[in-house]
């Protein structure tokens, strides 16, 4: 067990829909990531917050976004949802930024019908 | 820019032979490498780190990895396979600008199939 936590562990929605993922955080790390996983594209860096703040944007889309909040949790909303989000999304943490190492939640599986 | 190469998408081995993932990497600054681990229906665990200390790194479960920074290469080895060692491992990188993007550079992951 890594310590950090994600809901809902699966999701199962339409097209067009809009749905929000949820990570805590390890306790007392400041920085959380989100990674998408899928067959064809493997894993790839979405985004990453530190202490509240965007710290860093990877390949994400315009139709998602995120938030990390005052206790530290962090939201992925995604929107407009099309059959290729389907994926495995992973939310990881670390104590700071920079090149430590991150752990990794369960992840939660998304799929659009 | 980073990048990674994973130079064998599938590797299969014996219980008890030793296992050789190969790793390559590409970093315009002094790279941090890690190799993670997934099992089947699991989230990513670390298996072990470098930070630009020893070259040589040891991990959990038995395995290791060597940093040749002349070869680019950061390739994961154990001595001796075990059934549970069955997963798909990847290759990561991050560069330590620091201050910039933090997130991981991930290989495209090597199947590690052990046969009884």
């Known amino acids: 067990d890594s310590g950090v936590t994600q809901t809902p562990k699966h999701l199962i929605t339409a097209t067009g829909q809009r749905v929000t993922l949820r990570c805590s955080p390890r306790?007392?790390?400041?920085?959380v990531y989100w990674y998408q996983q899928s067959l064809d594209q493997g894993l790839q860096f979405l985004i990453q917050?530190?202490?509240?703040?965007?710290?860093a944007k990877g390949n994400i889309l315009e139709r998602f976004s995120a938030q990390q909040f005052p206790d530290l949790h962090s939201e992925l909303n995604l929107s407009s949802l099309e059959l290729g989000d389907s994926a495995l999304y992973f939310c990881?943490?670390?104590?700071?930024?920079?090149?430590?190492?991150?752990?990794f939640g369960p992840g939660t599986r998304l799929t659009v019908l | 820019a980073q990048s990674v190469t994973q130079l064998d998408s599938h590797v299969s081995v014996s219980e008890g032979t030793p296992v050789l993932l190969r790793c390559n990497y590409s970093?315009?600054?002094?790279?941090?490498l890690f190799w993670y681990v997934q099992h089947p229906n699991k989230g990513l665990q670390l298996l072990l780190k470098?930070?630009?200390?020893?070259?040589l790194v040891k991990g959990i479960n038995g395995f290791e990895a060597e940093f040749k920074k002349s070869e680019t290469s950061f390739h994961l080895t154990k001595p001796s396979a075990h059934m549970s060692d069955a997963a798909e491992y990847f290759c990561?990188?991050?560069?330590?600008?620091?201050?910039?993007?933090?997130?991981?550079?991930f290989g495209k992951g090597t199947h590690l199939i052990i046969q009884p």
């Open positions: 306790s007392g790390d400041l920085s």
């Open positions: 470098y930070t630009s200390a020893a070259t």
């Open positions: 917050y530190y202490n509240g703040e965007e710290r």
């Open positions: 990881a943490s670390s104590v700071t930024g920079g090149p430590y190492e991150q752990f």
């Open positions: 970093s315009s600054y002094s790279p941090s």
């Open positions: 990561v990188v991050s560069d330590s600008r620091g201050g910039g993007a933090d997130g991981l550079t």
